[in-house]
């Protein structure tokens, strides 16, 4: 009877231990995952410090003039972000102009058209497209790319698109291959495998139930594209866009080749141009004095500033899609 009581009180001393231990590994694992979140805000909020720390010099010299001047000149000291930050949502518009269609185009191909035996290879493909690095991009765009425009695309374009009145004025000027669009089109060539990937994935995630269905009441494919599918995935859709602008935005070596490097604002996109990131890669090293360096790391701060607004407004898109559909 003794060693029977002995053995239960050591049972329940045995069970008491290893409640306590996984309430303290429980507790562990808390704190450590709480850490590494608070880990992210701080270092999110050191960039936003050192950025504006160093951007400093540069503000109180030109204050919002700044953003509103156009004049790039190292030897006089006088610095605006204007050109730079035109460059940047031009290229970025285009980019998206380019690569959102055919994002769709492939990824409604793969999951709705696609034969079996060609899907595999197709994603695949599509996968090593977004695994190439940037400057393979802008190598090829420089010596590729470029000249193609310069022979083909841009003298159509100035003979065609060039004569009509109003839009003529944004394909005027000469066929240089380098510039705006070059830099805008290599950027929607980049971004288009991240679309793709991800609209490809939020697709296959429709259930084939809700889709034979659609099929079953006679609704044609691009109905049940329409009514079905995006409605659907409306969230991941828009995810994945926004990443692929937030891709464009920040591209910098890719664009570095093929843009111009020229500060300066021209009606026609195939006149050279910067951009942001283009710009802070191009004369960093070369930087010389305070307020130089220091309109540079402005000129990060405003990118920042860009890219947080507008990966913002995407997030509170997709809350207000999540409430809609009652999610």
């Known amino acids: 009877m003794t060693e029977i009581a002995l053995t239960l009180t050591d049972a329940h001393a045995s069970t008491a231990r290893r409640a306590r231990r996984q309430r303290l590994q429980d507790a562990a694992f808390r704190n450590a995952t709480l850490f590494f979140a608070l880990l992210v805000l701080f270092i999110l909020g050191g960039v936003t410090v050192s950025l504006i720390d160093g951007a400093l010099p540069a503000l109180r010299a030109f204050g919002f003039g700044f953003v509103t001047t156009e004049v790039w000149n190292p030897v006089s000291e006088e610095f605006g972000a204007l050109a730079p930050i035109y460059g940047t949502l031009i290229t970025s518009v285009i980019a998206m102009a380019v690569g959102i269609p055919v994002s769709f185009g492939i990824a409604l191909f793969i999951t709705e058209m696609c034969p079996a035996w060609l899907k595999r290879p197709l994603g695949v493909a599509i996968e090593l497209l977004a695994g190439i690095p940037s400057i393979i991009y802008g190598i090829w765009g420089l010596f590729v790319f470029a000249p193609f425009m310069q022979s083909t695309i841009q003298p159509f374009l100035i003979a065609t698109l060039g004569q009509i009145p109003g839009i003529g004025n944004l394909f005027m000027g000469p066929p240089y291959g380098i510039g705006v669009l070059t830099a805008g089109l290599i950027l929607g060539i980049m971004v288009l495998p991240f679309i793709t990937s991800i609209t490809r994935d939020v697709f296959e995630t429709v259930p ?38 937030g891709r464009a935005l920040g591209e910098t070596m890719a664009v570095t080749f093929v843009i111009g490097n020229a500060h300066r604002i021209s009606s026609s996109i195939m006149a050279p141009g910067t951009t942001i990131s283009a710009s802070i890669a191009n004369e960093f090293t070369e ?33 207000r899609l999540q409430r809609k559909a009652g999610v």
Do not use: C, H, Q
């Open 287 to 319: 930087a010389v004095g305070d307020v130089y360096t220091a309109s540079l790391v402005a000129l990060g701060l405003i990118l920042f500033l860009i890219t947080f607004t507008v990966l913002s407004i995407a997030k509170l898109m997709l809350l």
């Open 208 to 245: 084939p139930m809700v889709r034979e269905s659609a099929y079953g009441l006679g609704a044609t494919t691009w109905e049940v594209v329409w009514n079905v599918v995006l409605p659907y995935t409306r969230t991941g859709v828009v995810g994945g866009v926004m990443l692929g602008l």
